[in-house]
């Protein structure tokens, strides 16, 4: 930690940040009843201070469900991984705290759309709606 900011940064993926990305990496994807394509993405933190970290409140766009999502950090979830299903790139906001009760606040531009692969890509994979 340096001065009263955080080594942690707030970032996004088509890709589980838990697993080895490879050249045969699958990207999930759903149509929805709207004909628009929701892309499986995952929020995470990132940063030297992780290990600092009780939680993280990530605030989503108006338009979901529950836009508000708390996450704690656990040995089974050390980056604080939300799993969402979206259509478009919106700011998240985080509000983050740490072991000692502290409250942060950061934003992110979600990014996934440039890891996303050519059209056709027989690497995509259609999942359905539960």
């Not at 939680?55 to 980056?79: A, D, G, I, K, M």
């Not at 072991?99 to 950061?106: Q, W």
């Not at 990014?111 to 027989?122: I, S, V």
Request: aromatic fraction near 14%; charge should be neutral.
């Amino acid at each position: 930690m340096i001065g009263n900011q955080l080594d942690i940064e707030v970032k996004d993926s088509v890709f589980d940040p838990d697993l080895p990305r490879t050249s045969s990496s699958k990207i999930y994807f759903r149509v929805g009843t709207d004909g628009k394509i929701y892309y499986k993405v995952w929020l995470y933190l990132e940063g030297n201070d992780l290990p600092y970290i009780k939680s993280v409140t990530y605030t989503l766009h108006e338009s979901f469900r529950e836009p508000n999502q708390t996450v704690r950090r656990t040995s089974s979830n050390p980056n604080c991984k939300l799993l969402i299903w979206t259509w478009g790139l919106f700011t998240v906001g985080a509000t983050i705290i740490d072991k000692k009760g502290r409250t942060y606040k950061v934003s992110h531009e979600l990014r996934y759309d440039k890891e996303l692969f050519p059209e056709g890509d027989l690497r995509y994979v259609r999942e359905e709606w539960d």
